[in-house]
């Protein structure tokens, strides 16, 4: 007899929905496409950072206080944890049929106990590869070596690995997940919000812009370095930040230090004030640092930015340089001063004519709503599905 029952989905992160990132829009998009599909759905997450706008949802909303860092940030594992080990025990009288677990992998570990305890699946939404991030960071190894094992137990437990593109996928498997528990479902952005059509900020003066995560490994740092020699040739050009991230208050001394009143921090803006931004920059920088190990990425920025129309300025090599120059979102400027100050002079000084072209690009292929619809359907596949589907491992692995 087919089982009419809906299917009762909890999705576990310490990022949702009206707080400002990536992950909590990815997170959204999945969550839509569930209950599009009558699925019924419960999140479980923190309480938004004071100040947050108000949101409501057609889903049960359960959230918990937790630690935040000194900028109103879950980040560091004193932060994480405060999260994560209540939400293990929240999972565990979770009423659910499957479990989505979004990073970091210490969320992932919470959930795969919980979820071999209660003998249900889960889905690992792999938005990136955490330790590969991690290594990039000035910390111990020791701390690289227990979260590598963290994430590649919660991998490895997973009944499903969702990936948003073939090379995070690559690096799912590495971790010893079967390639048959590997999905890829893209990634995107919200283009009813990050499109052309709109207000555009600026008040005639050349300005560019960077949105989002500023940590280590992006190097973001090159765009204030090259900053100067584009301001030979063009005074009144500017470069605007709008995020936040571990490599903060470095990028900040540097500003003031190498371009005096020339680089604006404005913090966490919604994502409608970050389009008006993005549509009146001469042109988005998204950077990778080379030899990271991180050049697989392909950072969520870009989408943003060929959305609205405007062209991307990608400072390093891989996947994301790949992206841009394959698609003529942009220029991909090789990780240094001159070919970065190049690009940005460039930008400034000649007519932009493919903005058309780069919006019709994303719409038809980086829709967050798209790929949203794609993840439900992975999660959906595993209704009936018994905890037996993923293989079944001792804790000891997760020292090992």
Known sequence: ????????????????????????????????????NAAEVSVLTTRPPSGSPAFTAPYKLSRWPVLRDAGGNVRGYVQYMSFDLPAFFRLLFAQADVVVSEPPPTTGVMVALSSAIRRRPFVYYAADIWTEALS????????????????????????????????VAEKVQQFGVPADRVVVIGNGIDTSVFGPDGEAAGSGDPYFVYTGTMSEWQGADIFIRALPAVLAEHPRASIRFFGQGADEPHLKELAAKTAPGRVHFGGVIPPAEAARWIRGAAAALVSIKPGQGYDFAKPTKIYAAAGCGTPVIFAGTGEGAALVADNRLGEAATYDVDSVAGAMASAIGRPDTLGPARVAWVRDNASLAASGRLAAAEVLALKGV???AAPRQGLGEIID
């Open 136 to 167: 990039a960071t000035d910390v111990p190894g020791i701390v690289i070596r227990v979260m590598r094992a963290a994430e590649g137990f919660a991998l490895r437990r997973a009944a499903k690995v969702i990936a948003i593109s073939d090379a």
């Open 386 to 388: 018994g905890a037996g």
């Open 1 to 36: 007899m087919t089982d009419k029952r809906p299917l009762k989905v909890t999705v576990a992160s310490r990022l949702f929905t009206p707080e400002v990132g990536a992950a909590s829009f990815r997170l959204q998009a999945l969550v839509d496409g569930l209950v599009a």
